[in-house]
């Protein structure tokens, strides 16, 4: 299953249907979903993962997601493809 490789959002869950964000030229991205990333820029500017990590959880916490999966999401973003390299 393909994930966001900024926040893990499976990218069949993408919330616009779109099955991934928007690159700079209107395709689909396979990389990242449509929270993080639209037309080539992500949205989060920062560079604070445990930042990065809160604003995650809280918007698992509102879609009604258990505190497993939200801790288990949280685990894993300093891991994924955007992130390794910063964390």
């Known amino acids: 299953m393909k ?3 900024s926040c893990g959002l499976p990218l069949k869950k993408d919330p616009n249907g ?3 964000g928007t690159n700079t030229d209107g395709t689909i991205s396979d990389t990242y979903c449509s929270l993080c990333y639209t037309n080539g820029e992500f949205h989060y500017k920062g560079n604070d993962m445990k930042e ?3 604003i995650v959880e809280q918007k ?3 879609g009604g997601h258990s505190w497993f999966m939200r801790k288990l999401t949280r685990w894993g ?9 910063k964390a």
């Open 3 to 5: 994930q966001c490789q």
């Open 60 to 62: 698992m916490k509102e």
């Open 77 to 85: 973003i300093p891991h994924l493809k955007r992130r390794k390299n």
């Open 18 to 20: 779109l099955w991934g």
């Open 52 to 54: 990065f990590q809160n």
